[in-house]
């Protein structure tokens, strides 16, 4: 079967700042990929390439079969692919229900009682189902993140991106976070997750990169990139994180 | 799965900020009782000239109060045509919006005026002498028309700016998060932006429309019988100045201040919960 996100030597620059310089990657369907990196070495820019918030110069990307390239074709990759922010971007003018409802029933075209009910059994999966009817500010911001992470599922996507989902959070609630991340793992969801969190990568990741200077240097195991890396690059910098 | 009857929207509580913002809201009520009062006293006690005087100017208020409503509706619609055209990723579209706002707010609104109501029909009948189109010769300005079209077109710049600020002051993220939901970029405008921009903006949109009530006065010299001409008139064939422009500048007071009460009350209406 033919791997369900295909990235072909992406380039990307703003302005005289190369952010991608030829990145290319396959993944599988059920894969959970971690990248790491420095800051600015381009893999919040290649996660945001995924589903074409951020446009690339050179090369191609596939996601399930689908080439990126016309807006209709990238507005269905989109839908297929759901996407955790480091700052939640909940829609703070919606209930937490209507955050979840208002793609389903816009994009997807669901009838609203369904759209609520399928939220209703989000929210009671990543733990929060009494806070359906609060506005997002008056939750925490572990909970904002979980609202966030099933506002995406609502959407039933193939694949689910998350960009430094807990880099704002509060330490004593970067776990409830991790924990919704790694449930969907085992259920088997093909995740491509930015993030530091190696506790995370080691216990749910099929595979581990870390990038640098808008390239991969390495990839292997968690196990193997985290204890055991080849490059020197990568010893340097989980020298500094550890 | 879970059925929704599980979880029904919570009562909704009256918190000790709601009270507060009630208290305040209704101690600028008075301002406006207070005004309103004056005028009866005036009226009651000096019905000469101020009884007299009020009934010359009263039906001048409805032209005031139709020309700026009309007038306003069409400014916050071309107001957001030209915002949005404003931000377009579209060089051409982007840059008529930009020239007609900044030639419009170069222009004092006086000659705006006098151009829309001397100058136009003017310009309208040459074209039509030149194509002999005989409609177009014999063509007429009418005075409310042309003040409405030159209100709209003047504020219709100043209120796009208002809307650009708005939609700008939404988080990128905000976009993204509709975007990455698969929703088209309309629909995130609808859904999303503009139902923020909204309540950022609406202070500014209140005052936009207060400054319009005001500004409406300029339409008396284009033959619009408002409150403003009405005032004139009556000065004309009275001469009692003092009299006549307090009286004038009161009534502008009771329309102003209500406004602005309305405008308070639908910003603290609409204010996010925390």
């Not at chain 1, 209709?72 to 209930?95: A, C, D, K, Y």
């Not at chain 1, 993140?145 to 959407?155: D, E, G, H, S």
């Not at chain 2, 400014?75 to 377009?88: E, K, M, N, W």
């Not at chain 2, 706002?101 to 039509?128: C, D, H, K, T």
Request: proline share 5%; aromatic share 8%; with cysteine.
């Amino acid at each position: 079967m033919a791997p369900i996100i295909q990235i072909q030597d992406v380039h990307k620059h703003f302005g005289h700042v190369k952010a991608l310089r030829g990145v290319s990657l396959e993944i599988d369907k059920g894969e959970v990929v971690v990248i790491i990196g420095p800051s600015g070495s381009g893999k919040s820019t290649l996660l945001r390439c995924i589903n074409r918030l951020e446009e690339f110069d050179q090369g191609q990307i596939i996601v399930d079969g689908i080439p990126l390239d016309s807006a209709e074709n990238i507005n269905s990759v989109r839908t297929e692919v759901g996407m955790v922010f480091q700052q939640f971007n909940l829609f703070p003018h919606l209930r937490v229900i209507d955050n979840l409802t208002l793609a389903q029933t816009v994009v997807r075209k669901r009838k609203k009682q369904d759209a609520i009910n399928n939220a209703l059994m989000l929210l009671e999966k990543v733990g929060i189902p009494e806070k359906a009817y609060n506005f997002p500010l008056q939750l925490s911001g572990g909970q904002q993140q979980r609202v966030a992470i099933a506002r995406a599922l609502a959407m039933n996507p193939k694949i689910m991106l998350f960009d430094e989902p807990t880099s704002a959070l509060d330490p004593e609630m970067i776990q409830e976070v991790l924990d919704v991340m790694l449930n969907l793992a085992k259920e088997g969801m093909t995740m491509v997750v930015v993030s530091h969190e190696m506790g995370f990568a080691r216990a749910a990741a099929n595979r581990a990169i870390l990038m640098d200077e808008g390239m991969i240097v390495e990839e292997a195991t968690p196990a193997i990139l985290f204890s055991n890396p080849t490059r020197e690059r990568t010893k340097l910098f989980l020298s500094k994180i550890l | 799965m879970a059925t929704s009857q599980h979880f029904q929207p919570p009562p909704v509580k009256t918190t000790p900020k709601e009270i507060n913002e009630k208290i305040k809201f209704d101690r600028w009520w008075f301002l406006l009782m207070g005004v309103i009062l004056l005028i009866i006293i005036l009226i009651t006690f000096k019905p000469d000239p101020f009884r007299r005087i009020l009934f010359f100017v009263s039906d001048g208020i409805s032209v005031t109060i139709f020309t700026t409503l009309v007038s306003f509706v069409l400014v916050l619609i071309f107001g957001l045509i030209t915002g949005l055209a404003r931000l377009s990723k579209i060089t051409i579209i982007r840059g008529i919006a930009t020239v007609y706002v900044e030639v419009i707010r170069g222009i004092p609104l006086l000659v705006q005026l006098m151009f829309w109501y001397f100058a136009f029909p003017s310009v309208i009948q040459s074209v039509g002498q030149a194509l002999s189109i005989p409609s177009l010769i014999g063509y007429r300005a009418n005075p409310i028309f042309m003040a409405i079209l030159g209100l709209t077109f003047c504020y219709s710049a100043y209120m796009s700016e208002v809307y650009r600020a708005g939609i700008q002051s939404i988080s990128r993220g905000q976009m993204e998060a509709a975007r990455s939901l698969g929703m088209t970029f309309v629909q995130s405008m609808r859904y999303v932006i503009l139902p923020q921009a909204l309540r950022v903006i609406l202070p500014p949109v209140g005052n936009e429309f207060i400054t319009l009530l005001k500004d409406s006065s300029l339409v008396s010299v284009v033959a619009v019988a408002d409150i403003t001409r009405r005032g004139r008139e009556f000065m004309a064939a009275n001469f009692i100045p003092v009299n006549t422009w307090v009286m004038v500048a009161l009534l502008y007071l009771v329309l102003t201040l209500f406004s602005a009460r309305i405008v308070n009350w639908i910003e603290v209406k609409t204010r996010l919960e925390r």
